[in-house]
C-alpha cells in the first residue's frame, strides 16, 4: 500500500511558477515499476474528468519514460528524487488554464503515457493551484 501527500499548490499570477512536492511512502512491490503521475482536476470536474499532465515510470531506483500532456510540455518538468522517496512537479510559465486541484497518484504496472484515473491504485489528497490573470 502506497501513500502519498502533496504540497505546494498555491495562488500565483500568470506566468510565475510553483513546484509542487509528493511524498511517496509504504510498502511498494520491489520487482514491479510503478507509473507515478501527476493529475489536474479542473473547476467543475469530476474525478473521471482528471488529467494526467505528467508522468514518470520508474521502479523507485531507476527512472525511464516520461509524460507530458500536450499542453503542459515545455512548460512543466516532472522529476522523482529517489534517496527521498518524493515526486516533483516544477510548473513554470503558468496559465489560468492550468488552475485546479493537483494529485499525486501511483499505479502498479500501469500504462502511463498516460494512465487512465481508474488504474491508479493510491491517490493524494491534493493540492490546490490558483491562478490569477
Known amino acids: 500500500h502506497v501513500d502519498l501527500l502533496e504540497s505546494g499548490g498555491g495562488s500565483v499570477q500568470a506566468g510565475g511558477s510553483l513546484k509542487l512536492s509528493c511524498e511517496v511512502s509504504?510498502?511498494?512491490?520491489?520487482?514491479?515499476?510503478?507509473?507515478l503521475a501527476w493529475f489536474r482536476q479542473g473547476p467543475g470536474e469530476d474525478r473521471d474528468g482528471r488529467e494526467a499532465?505528467?508522468?514518470?515510470?520508474?521502479?523507485?531506483?531507476?527512472?525511464?519514460?516520461?509524460f507530458y500532456a500536450d499542453t503542459v510540455k515545455g512548460r512543466f518538468s516532472i522529476s522523482h528524487d529517489n534517496a527521498k522517496n518524493t515526486l516533483y512537479l516544477v510548473m513554470n510559465s503558468l496559465k489560468p488554464e492550468d488552475a485546479g486541484m493537483y494529485y499525486c497518484a501511483a499505479g502498479a504496472g500501469t500504462r502511463c503515457n498516460p494512465p487512465g484515473v481508474r488504474f491508479m491504485d493510491a491517490w493524494g489528497k491534493g493540492t490546490q493551484v490558483t491562478i490569477s490573470s
Open positions: 509504504g510498502k511498494y512491490w520491489r520487482d514491479i515499476r510503478y507509473c
Open positions: 499532465v505528467a508522468t514518470i515510470f520508474t521502479d523507485f531506483a531507476n527512472d525511464e519514460r516520461r
